[in-house]
T-cell receptor, first 120, second 111 residues
């Protein structure tokens, strides 16, 4: 299957600082990438949908000024958590859809390895 | 909005026993996907179901998509300790681009 690389896998930062998480599709072009947040023992909650070359679409309740998403190329999307606070500590996971796949049918979401963010 | 419910939340089984997790959507789905997430890991795609009433098998795993395309199930025959993890269903609505994940079922297998 397709490979999605997410970096870093773990990060510890001080409260008030910003953290950037990268999501790369290594062997395919991803017009759409998704960013999820997962709290311990809970499901994945979609934060935003990132489309290459356009603004991200944020889910209700997700602050777009706090979680900055950039999808500048077909293989890279970044999520920046700005002015991080301890309550932002979580597992963040990206997924990417292969551009070559027919829309809405037979699509697969390939997940990155996730980033465990701890804000102290 | 679209909601996807998954039951049970947890399941303990003895190795060799069967296991089933059920997924129900509040709206009709264009397709449903199943993922497995090992403790500390990320979701790994297992399968996608698209057609009404579709049944697919992967070795000991059997996936079904309901006739109304609103529910789905994953059945594991003769569980093994390697089956341990959380199984998530994720549905995509008719007009949707995004996946909505169920809450997951955590499977624990006693050797």
């Amino acid at each position: 299957g397709a490979v999605v690389s997410q970096h870093p896998s773990r990060v510890i930062c001080k409260s008030g600082t910003s953290v950037k998480i990268e999501c790369r599709s290594l062997d395919f072009q991803a017009t759409t990438m998704f960013w999820y947040r997962q709290f311990p023992k809970q499901s994945l909650m979609l934060m935003a949908t990132s489309n290459e070359g356009s603004k991200a679409t944020y889910e209700q309740g997700v602050e777009k000024d706090k979680f900055l998403i950039n999808h500048a190329s077909l293989t890279l999307s970044t999520l920046t958590v700005t002015s991080a606070h301890p309550e932002d500590s979580s597992f963040y996971i990206c997924s990417a859809r292969d551009r070559g796949t027919r829309p809405l049918l037979n699509t697969e979401a390939f997940f990155g390895q996730g980033t465990r963010l701890t804000v102290v | 909005g679209q909601q996807v419910m998954q039951i049970p939340q947890y399941q303990h089984v003895q190795e060799g026993e069967d296991f089933t997790t059920y997924c129900n959507s509040s709206t009709t789905l264009s397709n449903i996907q199943w993922y497995k997430q090992r403790p500390g890991g990320h979701p790994v795609f297992l399968i996608q179901l698209v057609k009404s009433g579709e049944v697919k098998k992967q070795k000991r795993l059997t996936f079904q998509f309901g006739e109304a395309k609103k529910n789905s199930s994953l059945h594991i025959t003769a569980t093994q300790t390697t089956d341990v993890g959380t199984y998530f269903c994720a549905g995509r609505g008719d007009a949707g681009n995004m996946l909505t994940f169920g809450g997951g079922t955590r499977l624990m297998v006693k050797p």
